[in-house]
């Protein structure tokens, strides 16, 4: 009787294993959605637009975008950690932006990082420091030493406390004793708007963001936080040329919510990749001054968490 059941129990577990198979390889089987968690017309929503055009041609089905914007961008990443975790629902992370959503305990946020599945980084855009360009500072040392003769007058924009332009200039103000007016703005848009029109004296942003304004000559870049020069600014110093230790990126990644099935993981981590990697993405992205960098599995945990202890460190959180 025991023999009977136990050999019951294997043939059901075969059956069941036999239906399950061909649904999990055939995926995908339908549409795709790609949330992104600002409005539409943003640099995350231009980024997103693109890879989902791309992305489908790896994938074999639609993939459509869908801004759900609000809450410093936690309606969108809410919405990713509340899906089915079936991979017909993925969506954007920005860092460092979403870390303030939940380390900073006033917004009483139940979700963490622990909550998606990270997949695979798309782009890291590098921050810039950058003035009008009929203003009287001509490098990076010339608004330290401003600040420092006198404190508290140099103003520079930022998006929101924890951002990594703000981050940045916590950063730049630790390294060198000095203390900058930081004046937190709604958008790039709104931002550059500010400086062009003397409102503020320096705008801190990306590299993406004003490359268009560089080119024309409406503003001035005064340095790059990024390892090496930019392909897209080869005659713009990094701060490290100017003696200043930071290095600084907003990275936009794909993720889906945590519990993902491993095999489903791997394909679109696979179309990801294949994505990413192709000649006419990369032209895409070079048209846009974005730098696409495939980092992905348990590097790209890594990543998001020392990203994570680094914010958590400078915002006191």
């Known amino acids: 009787m025991l023999k009977r059941t136990a050999c019951l129990g294997a043939l059901a577990a075969l059956a069941f294993a036999a239906l399950t198979a061909p649904a999990q390889a055939q995926y995908p089987e339908r549409n795709i959605t790609l949330i992104v968690p600002y409005g539409a017309g943003g640099g995350t929503d231009v980024t997103a637009r693109m890879l989902a055009r791309d992305l489908e041609a790896a994938l074999g089905k639609p993939v459509t975008v869908e801004n759900r914007a609000g809450g410093g961008g936690w309606v969108g990443w809410g919405a990713l950690a509340m899906a089915k975790p079936d991979g017909y629902t993925i969506g954007y992370l920005n860092v460092p932006s979403m870390y303030a959503g939940y380390l900073d305990k006033q917004y009483k946020r139940s979700e963490t990082l622990a909550s998606f599945t990270p997949l695979m980084n798309h782009v890291l855009d590098y921050n810039i420091w950058a003035v009008k360009a009929d203003s009287p500072f001509k490098s990076v040392k010339d608004i330290v030493e401003a600040a420092k003769k006198t404190p508290d007058t140099i103003t520079i924009s930022a998006f ?4 990594d332009d703000h981050l940045a200039i916590l950063s ?12 937190h703005h709604k958008s790039t848009a709104e931002a550059k708007t500010a400086a062009l029109g003397g409102h503020i004296q320096v705008l801190g942003a990306n590299i993406s963001e004003v490359a268009e304004e560089a080119r024309a000559g409406t503003v001035r ?7 090496e020069r930019s392909r897209f600014m080869p005659n713009v110093p990094t701060f490290k040329e100017q003696g200043y230790n930071q290095v600084w990126s907003v990275s936009r ?5 945590a519990g993902l ?3 489903v993981q791997a394909k679109l981590t696979a179309a990801l990749e294949k994505t990413l990697q192709s ?5 895409k992205a070079e048209s846009l001054s974005l730098e696409p960098r495939v980092i992905k599995g348990a590097d790209y945990v890594k990543f998001l968490k020392d990203n994570e202890a680094s914010t958590k460190t400078l915002m006191g959180w």
Not at 172 to 183: D, F, R, S, Y
């Open 279 to 283: 000649k006419e993405h990369q032209q």
């Open 261 to 263: 099935p491993a095999d």
């Open 253 to 257: 990644g794909i993720a889906a919510p």
């Open 221 to 227: 870049i005064l340095g790059v936080m990024a390892p």
């Open 172 to 183: 730049v103000q630790a390294e060198n004793g000095i203390k900058l007016i930081t004046v």
């Open 160 to 163: 929101g406390a924890g951002s």
